[in-house]
């Protein structure tokens, strides 16, 4: 989506080693294919590239997907990463640079992006990785995109375990969403009110709770067999995220002791704390 981080997406990318061509055609991505594997033969190397593509390109859903289809036929895998955000957060960073939806036209710019919500509906139900950055700012934004075009090598699977505050919405990316409000809040107790759930006292509090523990061995219980069977898929990336009422003590806990536990030779795990430090 426009508004949604691709400029950030792509400097990511560039940091990572990537060769990035940003505002590409979507008829032109099987060319850079080819240039790619030419420079591969040349140099020995495997060459990783990506073509930021945008919905202001003529006939873009066709061409992207003819794209995506030559490309395979010609023998590469690709990845369709697709950025995401909620109306709101959208509008709020367009008005914020001050500048029109590319699909605004003489309407308001939320008939803009509910135009390109309409055209991309088909390729972001494809998407290989969703990525919502509605609550991220691009430092969150970078990290949270790093472990995903990173390196090939290593763990098979990586999953991120977010949490984050229900009173601000749920991710729209998350694959699984698992609710901590069953919990006593932290914020009830004087001392601990003003600490968050990565400060020892609190963490503590949390995993002391009636329930707690159980619920942390029931969900990596059913996460291995799920983690085994992306991993066997060719599935690369996955989120989790776990909520509490502003994603800053019961969520943030749980979140931290999710990501030891789930981590393994296979499964790289990294946590994302999306809405800490908004209150």
């Not at 061509?21 to 032109?28: A, G, H, M, R, S």
């Not at 850079?32 to 930021?52: K, N, P, S």
């Not at 004087?190 to 709770?209: H, I, K």
């Amino acid at each position: 989506m426009s508004g949604a981080g691709r400029s950030t997406a792509a400097n990511v990318l560039e940091d990572q080693g990537w060769y990035v061509v940003d505002n590409l055609p979507p008829e032109l991505i099987p060319s850079l294919a080819d240039l790619a594997a030419r420079q591969r033969d040349e140099r020995g190397t495997e060459v990783r590239i990506a073509a930021v593509v945008d919905v202001r390109a003529r006939l873009f859903t066709g061409e992207l997907r003819d794209g995506l289809r030559m490309l395979r036929e010609m023998g590469w895998r690709p990845q369709l990463m697709f950025l995401d955000a909620t109306d709101e957060a959208l509008v709020r960073r367009f008005e914020s640079v001050r500048r029109p939806h590319p699909l605004q036209g003489d309407g308001r710019l939320l008939d803009g992006i509910q135009a390109e919500r309409r055209t991309l509906g088909d390729l972001r139900a494809e998407a290989t990785v969703v990525i919502d950055t509605s609550g991220l700012n691009v430092h969150q934004l970078g990290r949270k995109l790093t472990p995903i075009v990173g390196t090939s090598s290593g763990p098979s699977l990586r999953l991120a375990v977010m949490s984050f505050g229900f009173k601000y919405g749920v991710p729209l990316d998350a694959d699984f969403v698992f609710d901590m409000r069953f919990l006593p809040n932290p914020f009830w107790v004087p001392e601990l009110r003003s600490l968050t759930g990565v400060d020892a006292p609190v963490a503590d509090y949390v995993m002391s709770q009636e329930g707690a523990g159980s619920f942390v061995d029931r969900v990596v219980g059913v996460m291995e067999p799920v983690t085994g069977g992306y991993r066997r898929e060719g599935r690369r990336y996955a989120t989790l995220a776990v909520g509490c009422t502003g994603g800053k003590h019961r969520s943030v806990a749980v979140a931290e002791a999710l990501s030891r536990r789930l981590r393994g030779d296979d499964v790289e795990t990294f946590v994302v704390h999306r809405d800490l430090g908004r209150e």
